[in-house]
């Protein structure tokens, strides 16, 4: 009777242990529910002009630009390579300093990453979300 009631608590025990293991995907993707999908980013694809659009707007946001109003040439945005899943825009700043836009062409998170050309320093400086930039249809 004790080896029973032994093997019922070692099996309730391992199902309790293991009811956590799984890839990492399969423990994602069954906790979040079939519903619970983010309404701002619509279905269809981010295009170039969107792409641009945005990194424009959030350039003009977060940067002073009477600077460039001045001397143009010393402060831009550009489209710059793409490739099958995300467009590049290339900020300049007044500095020299350039800020890469990698947008993702699917969900609109945006890598920058700065580039400092006299110093050769390149580093991530973080992401935002294309959307956030993008006037919508709605306001």
Not at 11 to 28: D, H, S
Not at 71 to 91: A, C, H, R, W
């Amino acid at each position: 009777m004790k080896k029973l009631v032994f093997v019922f608590i070692l099996v309730f025990v391992m199902g309790a242990v293991f009811q956590g293991c799984g890839t990492k995907n399969e423990i994602v993707n069954s906790s979040r529910p079939s519903g619970d999908l983010d309404n701002k980013a619509p279905q269809n694809n981010i295009s170039e002009e969107m792409a641009y659009d945005g990194v424009y707007n959030y350039c003009r946001s977060a940067y002073d630009w009477s600077i460039a109003e001045d001397n143009p040439d010393i402060m831009y945005l550009k489209v710059g390579e793409e490739t099958e899943s995300e467009y590049q825009v290339i900020f300049r700043s007044y500095t020299g300093t350039f800020i890469y836009f990698y947008v993702d062409k699917l969900s609109g998170i945006t890598r920058l990453t700065e580039y400092v050309p006299n110093l050769e320093i390149k580093e991530e400086a973080g992401t935002i979300d294309l959307y956030d930039y993008l006037e919508s249809d709605e306001e």
